[in-house]
């Protein structure tokens, strides 16, 4: 057998390979938690903010509609006068826990804007607004933008009889407002001067936007 032959022969089916080496595994870097720490830039106080609300208890409340009627900004000085969406919330009658004054206050759902805030006076008559028996119409001095300001109101209820359950208690307010103005001796004697002089006071009620 040639030299050749002998080279080009084949190694056996059965020889076994060398194994690989197997390189060895890396182990990988632990993760580490950090522990710094940092220090706002600005450190801000907790203030406390006041609605305005804090003498005051709730003597009743119920979610409703309220409109106004008056001039849109389109009509201002035209004299034309529509109802006007104020917006939606809670209508609560508050009672001051020292004069004992009673005010109607109601605030936009959300924003919680002021959109009435006017003292009960015991000469407002609630009137059903025309072909609704959920709705009460009235006027009053009103104080949600700062002044007082003589305002027609509008107030729809979710069904008639949560309509009457207001005037019930918007009514039982007012007579207590009267008497509580007044004098128990002699109701209404004053000629309303003393409702007019509750509503002066609403300036001293700051309320404020939450």
Not at 14 to 32: R, S, T, V
Not at 42 to 61: A, F, M, P, R
Not at 122 to 127: G, M
Not at 163 to 177: I, P, S, T
Request: negative net charge.
């Amino acid at each position: 057998m040639s030299e050749e032959e002998k080279t080009a022969t084949p190694a056996p089916a059965d020889a076994e390979e060398a194994p690989a080496k197997e390189e060895p595994k890396k182990e990988e870097p632990k993760e580490e938690e950090s522990t710094a720490q940092f220090e706002p830039v600005v450190k801000l106080e907790e203030v406390e903010v006041k609605s305005g609300e804090e003498d005051e208890e709730t003597v009743y409340g119920v979610r409703s509609k309220l409109f106004l009627f008056g001039e849109t900004l389109l009509d201002v000085g035209s004299g034309n006068k529509t109802w006007k969406e104020r917006g939606i919330g809670e209508a609560r009658i508050l009672r001051h826990k020292e004069h004992q004054r009673l005010r109607l206050l109601m605030r936009q759902e959300k924003t919680m804007k002021v959109i009435a805030n006017h003292a009960l006076d015991p000469r407002i008559k609630l009137e059903p607004n025309v072909g609704s028996d959920r709705s009460w119409v009235w006027s009053a001095f009103d104080f949600a933008e700062g002044e007082l300001k003589e305002t027609v109101f509008a107030l729809r209820f979710a069904d008639s009889d949560i309509a009457q359950e207001f005037k019930k208690n918007f009514e039982e307010c007012q007579a207590e407002m009267e008497k509580l103005l007044a004098g128990e001796d002699k109701p209404g004697a004053d000629g309303g001067a003393g409702a007019d002089e509750a509503a002066e006071a609403l300036k001293e009620l700051s309320t404020k936007e939450e």
